[in-house]
């Protein structure tokens, strides 16, 4: 299994990135996909997830209204489309697969089986 995220880079507060992750050597509409971010002296954070269908998705409060994730079944893709940055959106996102989670359960990491490399994201003030 292979999760590649791209899409990073250094953005000015106020702008907006879009983040895609693909993902190979799995049965990927079976999966539950996440994104979560780790800034600096901190632990991963969840960011957001989106179910199989892709009809449910749940954002972190500290995202809710500025970042949107969405699939693509049929090309194996994840994105989290972002706007509106702040320098404390500055992290390193990784995107993530499980198997099964739902509702809160899907916020933590130990909920995801695999994970991407990771793309560094920071928001300049």
């Known amino acids: 299994v292979q999760l590649q995220a791209s899409g990073g880079g250094l953005v000015q507060a106020g702008g907006s990135l879009r983040l895609s992750c693909t993902a190979s050597?799995?049965?990927?509409?079976?999966?539950?996909m996440g994104w979560f971010r780790q800034a600096p002296g901190k632990e991963r954070e969840f960011v957001a997830f989106?179910?199989?269908?892709?009809?449910?998705?749940y954002y972190a409060d500290s995202v809710k209204g500025r970042f949107t994730i969405s699939r693509d079944n049929a090309k194996n893709t994840v994105d989290l489309q972002m706007s509106s940055l702040k320098p404390e959106d500055t992290a390193v996102y990784y995107c993530?697969?499980?198997?099964?989670?739902?509702?809160?359960?899907?916020?933590?990491?130990?909920?995801?089986?695999?994970w991407g490399q990771g793309t560094l994201v920071t928001v300049s003030s």
């Open positions: 993530a697969a499980g198997d099964y989670c739902s509702g809160y359960g899907c916020y933590g990491t130990a909920a995801y089986d695999y």
């Open positions: 989106i179910n199989w269908g892709g009809g449910r998705r």
């Open positions: 050597g799995l049965t990927f509409s079976s999966y539950v």
